[in-house]
């Protein structure tokens, strides 16, 4: 079975009551952060990549007035994030191929997704077509010291949960780099690593 396969299978188990699963609490920490450091504007067209049944969204949108995106891989997840948040525009999609129209987005996340991402420099090739000039790209990611995590990647494809490998911010900021993105700063607290890039 494929990291895809696995993570549809998974996710869309959870998906009725995610907020309320082991993943969904653990990764409403990193949702917190996003938050506190993501500087939105009334009126931005926000992507999360990645996003679940929309909670990150949900929460951004109280402080400011947005147009919310949102695309996940599991049909379920999505069927949930369009009946919580209507509000919002919702589609099934990987994130290589995203069904949202070139430099639409003034802000794009990814929220404890990325080490799910088969093909990370597909998806920077997706974002860069995705953003606006200047736009901001938040990717936040568990932090795992870097012995500990090279250990890890040699297990990881043997998640039944369809991670693939995880990254430290200076692997991500890397790949970007690539794509016409240039780091503005990386917050790290505790587990939880946050790597801010903008589109040049």
């Known amino acids: 079975m494929s990291s895809k396969e696995k993570n549809i299978k998974t996710y869309n188990k959870k998906a009725d009551d995610y907020d309320n699963t082991l993943d969904g609490k653990f990764t409403e920490k990193f949702k917190n952060l996003l938050v506190d450091i993501v500087n939105v504007n009334d009126g931005d067209f926000v992507l999360d990549v990645g996003c679940g049944n929309g909670t990150l969204l949900s929460k951004l949108s109280r402080s400011k007035s947005i147009q919310g995106f949102g695309t996940d891989i599991s049909p379920e997840m999505i069927k949930n994030a369009k009946e919580l948040h209507p509000d919002f525009n919702?589609?099934?999609?990987?994130c290589e191929a995203i069904p949202f129209d070139d430099n639409s987005m003034d802000i794009i996340m990814a929220c404890?997704?990325?080490?799910?991402?088969?093909?990370?420099?597909?998806?920077?090739?997706?974002?860069?077509?995705l953003i606006k000039p200047n736009g901001?790209?938040?990717?936040?990611?568990?932090?795992?010291?870097?012995?500990?995590?090279?250990?890890?990647?040699?297990?990881?494809?043997?998640?039944p949960d369809g991670d693939v490998k995880f990254y430290s911010s200076n692997e991500i900021a890397k790949t970007f780099s690539t794509y016409g993105f240039e780091l503005v700063n990386t917050t790290k607290q505790g587990y939880m690593q946050i790597v801010h890039l903008r589109k040049v």
């Open 90 to 94: 919702f589609a099934t999609a990987s």
């Open 112 to 129: 404890c997704a990325y080490h799910h991402f088969p093909d990370v420099n597909a998806f920077a090739k997706e974002v860069n077509r």
């Open 136 to 159: 901001n790209l938040y990717i936040a990611e568990v932090r795992i010291p870097p012995l500990l995590r090279h250990i890890v990647n040699i297990f990881v494809p043997l998640s």
